[in-house]
């Protein structure tokens, strides 16, 4: 087969593969909120970024000593962070430096899995927990946990574009855990998976793949733009039922409602 024959799709994880829950807590108020976007609090905020923590929240910070520090947890455990959404580009030595006097309590994610939770949500199917840090205060501003459901029609549209020879590729913001468990649940393959990838490294993985395939790349919201763009074609999905600004909609070539049409494009 001719490289100019060959042909991958990239699908973005939360809010386009899965159904998304996302619970945030204001840390100086303690009011949890689950109808606000990270991406927007980050978005209009100064120097604001979303820090994915690469453990399990369901088994290892639900766990964890409450009344320790989110700075005193990770610095302790060992945590590996990632950047996982930013206005620009940061470095990990500058997120804890930024925390290293911040008072937040790992009691203050807790609260959020609590809350995921509660509402069934698999907390180890998505990105997991983390926290926006202002880094022009020097301190964290709310912490986040987010849990997924599988959009029913996944599992066929990925084997249905499998059998047309398609090759299936993942990018995404989330941790590394929670993808290792989708690809295995979709059967795409684990080498095929790219973690916590932020809006750059995704564009950066649709740029590399476009070396030998023809790509589509599918996402659904403000962080998949740089790659919508890069693509060959970009799908914006809706499934996920989010209000996007319109410079989302202007980066995607084709629209969706559900994940089942893209079996429609001619691609």
Do not use: H
Not at 72 to 87: C, G, L, P, T, V
Not at 230 to 247: C, F, M, R, W
């Amino acid at each position: 087969m001719k490289i100019n024959d060959m042909k991958a799709a990239v699908f973005d994880n939360s809010g386009t593969l899965i159904e998304r829950y996302r619970v945030l807590k204001d840390v100086q108020t303690g009011l949890l909120c689950d109808n606000i976007s990270s991406l927007d609090l980050v978005d209009n905020g100064i120097e604001r970024a979303l820090v994915v923590l690469q453990t399990d929240p369901g088994k290892c910070i639900i766990n964890a000593n409450p009344n320790q520090t989110i700075f005193e947890f990770i610095n302790r455990n060992k945590i590996d962070i990632s950047i996982s959404y930013s206005a620009a580009e940061i470095k990990k030595e500058e997120i804890m430096d930024a925390i290293k006097n911040d008072v937040s309590l790992v009691k203050d994610i807790q609260d959020t899995i609590n809350a995921v939770k509660a509402k069934n949500y698999n907390v180890e199917l998505c990105s997991g927990s983390g926290i926006i840090v202002a880094l022009n205060m020097q301190k964290v501003e709310f912490t986040v946990s987010s849990g997924g459901k599988v959009f029913p029609e996944v599992r066929d549209v990925i084997k249905e574009l499998q059998n047309r020879g398609i090759d299936i590729f993942i990018a995404s913001g989330d941790r590394k855990g929670s993808l290792q468990r989708l690809a295995e649940y979709t059967g795409i393959p684990e080498e095929n998976v790219f973690d916590t990838a932020d809006a750059w490294k995704k564009m950066e993985i649709v740029k590399g793949l476009k070396r030998n395939y023809k790509v589509m790349m599918v996402g659904n919201s403000v962080n998949d733009i740089f790659a919508l763009k890069e693509a060959d074609i970009g799908v914006l999905t809706e499934q996920q039922k989010e209000n996007n600004p319109k410079k989302v909609y202007d980066a995607a070539d084709v629209i969706v409602g559900n994940i089942k049409e893209i079996l429609n494009i001619d691609f």
